[in-house]
């Protein structure tokens, strides 16, 4: 069974950058499309970002776009959320998840395996 393990987390200025990771165990990331959620305190869970099976694919939510980047890289089992120009508002535990299927989805509930959370704090 797959385990998924997110780092790189941690403190940073407004317009600063943090690339998270997220490393897959257990069984190879090939299969599964990876999507990036976030959830502030007090908020929903929402999607930041979704990417394919294959990396070819990926969506981002508006407030990111132009700013975070979704890779993945099957070899090392590894996905990476790049992070640049942050905001307060970014400010959350960021999970990856994934999922079976070649599309995209940005719903919580259609994601089968959940890392533990990584603890990303933007200052102003």
């Known amino acids: 069974q797959v385990q998924l393990v997110e780092s790189g987390g941690g403190f940073a200025q407004a317009g600063g950058s943090l690339r998270l990771s997220c490393v897959a165990s257990?069984?190879?990331?090939?299969?599964?499309?990876l999507a990036w959620f976030r959830q502030a305190p007090g908020k929903e869970r929402e999607c930041v970002g979704a990417i394919s099976w294959s990396g070819v694919s990926t969506y981002y939510r508006d407030s990111v776009k132009g700013r975070f980047t979704i890779s993945r890289d099957n070899a090392k089992n590894t996905a990476y959320l790049q992070m640049n120009s942050l905001k307060p508002e970014d400010t959350a535990i960021y999970y990856c998840a994934i999922r079976y299927g070649l599309d995209l989805r940005m719903n919580a509930y259609e994601y089968i395996k959940w890392g533990q959370g990584t603890q990303v704090t933007v200052s102003s």
């Open positions: 257990g069984r190879t990331l090939y299969s599964y499309s």
